[in-house]
């Protein structure tokens, strides 16, 4: 594929960047790690019907209320007062979450997703480790401009979702045209440290501040490869798996 027929590939490396992209005619990746795109990714594969992301815990309840949905989020690593579950993949076996409908919010991925959806992305995935492998066969089918999502910390940079980010540009960069440094930065951090994952991580400051509240097994679990292989996808109003 020549240069000039292969779509553009950026990386955003926190929300507060994204309105420095043009993401109207972009698929947008949401990557939140630690943990909620691993959990949205879990709770499909296990059956969920569908995932409700909303940006306040209001209109989680709201919304749970008129579905019948679950509703789960945090705040800072702890259940929110007034819902009913957590961000935590563990949370969402196959006998617990499958036909029903999951409701959620949490501290940085669902408020990213709701920028890009303002912003008018033509589309919307979400991926962590555990769906590397659906996203990535995604993006190569698809031939549009793809910018990858990273939520951050509170609108700072965090490294666990570069790394992903790092592993998806791997994976597909014969695919793209990139001109890009923070997907260059990217690409390099996730190679230099793609053997040593489970080391890596914990040295890194939300494996610190998760592990404050015992969720190790969490973090380990979002970094691991193709665990949960669904593509969620957002149509109508809510997230969907496209496998």
Known sequence: MSTENKPSLHTVLTPQLLDLYEVKDSIVVIID????????????????????????PEACIEIGNATGGITAGERDGKIIPGLSYGNSPSEYPKSF????????????GTKLLHMALRKGAKEIITGSFPNLTQVVEYLKAQHAPVILGCAGWKNRFNIEDTLFAGAVIEAIKEHFTIHCDSSFMANQLYNQHKNNLPTYIKTLTHWHRLAAYGLESDMLYCITQDIAPSLPIFKEGALINGV
């Open 33 to 56: 790690v630690f943990r909620a795109t691993s959990t949205m990714a879990t709770a499909l594969y296990n059956g969920a019907t569908k995932i409700i992301p909303v940006d306040s």
């Open 97 to 108: 979450i499958e036909n029903k409908i999951l409701v959620i919010t949490t501290t940085n």
